[in-house]
């Protein structure tokens, strides 16, 4: 009896384990996203739905985090349309599973270092703004950052790449 005890105790503590190792793969906190703070140049590329082609411009990114926050602000700049340019306000959930409204699917490290998070919101996408499933795929590192968007309209099967804005270090701030 006494050994069934033990055993039935150890698989229990064994499945706790399993199992809140689970759930941390889907979160994430500020401390991904700190790594950020700073200066970034690189591109966008993204999907033309009119001429069905990609497009690709410069693309320049400020990010502050606000005091000791869970909220992140993007300067987006863009030097040949400035037009463009706009300020995002990033807000990771205090609980660390959501990015704004977007639910994290998946968190994990990659081989080489970088941080991979995988977000998904319902929303709408398209000329003629179709219902969607949005995924978002940030990938982080202390020297390059890529944000990426994915569309897949209610009732395909097909992932389209919309856009993915991808940059380099400048400078830490």
């Known amino acids: 009896m006494m050994k069934l005890k033990i055993t039935l105790s150890i698989i229990i503590v064994l499945l706790n384990i399993i199992l809140s190792n ?12 700190k790594l950020l703070v700073g200066n970034w140049q690189g591109t966008l590329t993204y999907l033309d739905y009119s ?13 502050k985090r606000l005091d000791k926050t869970n909220k992140f602000i993007f300067l987006n700049i863009y030097p040949k349309e400035p037009s463009a340019n706009s300020v995002d306000t990033l807000t990771i959930s205090s609980n660390g599973e959501y990015i704004d409204n977007e ?24 000329n003629d703004n179709k219902p969607a499933i949005l995924r978002y795929t940030y990938t982080i590192s202390k020297t390059a950052f890529k944000k990426r ?5 209610i009732g395909e099967t097909k992932w389209i790449n919309r856009h993915e804005y991808s940059y380099k270090l400048k400078s830490k701030s």
């Open 103 to 126: 639910l994290i699917k998946l968190r994990k490290k990659l081989e080489n270092g970088e941080i991979e998070i995988i977000t998904e919101k319902p929303g709408k996408d398209g």
């Open 149 to 153: 968007k994915d569309v897949q309209f």
């Open 51 to 63: 001429s069905g082609k990609p497009y690709t411009m410069s693309a320049e990114l400020e990010i």
């Open 22 to 33: 689970a759930q941390e793969k889907n979160k994430t906190s500020a401390s991904d996203f």
